[in-house]
């Protein structure tokens, strides 16, 4: 389950785990992420990942630094 740290992710997660099913939770906060597992009746595998560090509007897609696509002549 992705975004179980908080929010609806997290609620899910218990209600899911309530019904003893198998989950995993997947998000970007460590702590919250094994504070929620910690309390879950059922066991959960409980993963997290570093958030991507950020770039530049400019280098992220096909719109450049102008803020329009390139127009191309068919």
């Known amino acids: ?3 179980a740290a908080r929010g609806l992710g997290a609620a ?3 209600e899911l785990a309530a ?3 198998r989950i995993a939770l997947l998000g970007l906060e ?3 992420l094994e504070q929620l597992a910690a309390t879950l009746p059922t066991p959960a595998l409980a ?4 958030r ?3 770039r530049p509007l400019a280098q992220t897609g096909p719109l ?3 803020g329009r696509a390139a127009h191309r002549p068919h």
């Open 47 to 50: 993963r997290f990942r570093r």
């Open 1 to 3: 389950m992705t975004g």
């Open 30 to 32: 460590r702590a919250a």
């Open 52 to 54: 991507p560090p950020q």
């Open 12 to 14: 899910l997660a218990r």
């Open 19 to 21: 019904r003893h099913a």
């Open 64 to 66: 450049g630094a102008g």
